[in-house]
């Protein structure tokens, strides 16, 4: 998929205030400092479409962005960042599960986690979240190109088969990504032009 455009629409905390128009949507998900607003940047090749900023938990709203005209990439707040204050962290913030409820424009979520950590609680969570309700989601394993293939392979098998320990019956499908070095870009972006 070549991008086109790629522009900013909205940004709101209420799912009934998003954008009112039938084109399928694909949201991102992840842990604070994740790299989420990287890989969005680098996905769209703009250099500041979501903001890559020094404070995480500091975006806290759904924000849309249409994307050749045709779709849009959804970049939700980050989850589970300790800087966010109690009230607000409440693990998993109903604005977010509403989005992800009530949202028929949903086509897949994409669910971020750092390819050097073992997998964390918080996000195995999430995982088991989303396949209770029935919502399709893909995991991308972000950054990299900071560990060597062998490192890599280790440790998405270690996710892989902690799912396959949980509730799960088959693996989701998933993506190796670099934000700085453009790995597995083409992947997720032929991923999503496959199913529009
Ligand atoms: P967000 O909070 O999830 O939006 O994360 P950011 O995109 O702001 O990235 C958090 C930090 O990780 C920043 O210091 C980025 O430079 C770094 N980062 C993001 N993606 C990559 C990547 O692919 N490789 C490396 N080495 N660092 C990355």
Known sequence: MNIKSANFVISNTDVAKCPNEPLPEYAFIGRSNVGKSSLINSLTERKSLAKTSGRPGKTQLINHFKINGNWFLVDLP?????????????????????????????????????????????????????????????????????????AIEENVNKYISELLNGV??????????????????????????NIN
């Open 78 to 150: 980050g989850y589970g960042y300790a800087r966010v204050s109690k009230k607000s962290k409440n693990t998993f913030q109903k604005y977010i599960t509403d989005y992800f409820i009530k949202r028929e424009q949903l086509v897949c979520a994409f669910v971020l986690v750092d390819i050097r950590h073992e997998p964390q609680k918080i996000d195995m969570e999430f995982m088991e979240w989303l396949g209770e309700n029935n919502i399709p989601f893909c995991i991308i394993f972000t950054k990299a190109d900071k560990l060597k293939p062998k």
């Open 168 to 193: 799960w019956e088959e693996a989701p499908s998933y993506f190796i990504t670099s934000s700085s070095k453009g790995y597995g870009r083409d992947d997720v972006l032929n991923f999503i032009d």
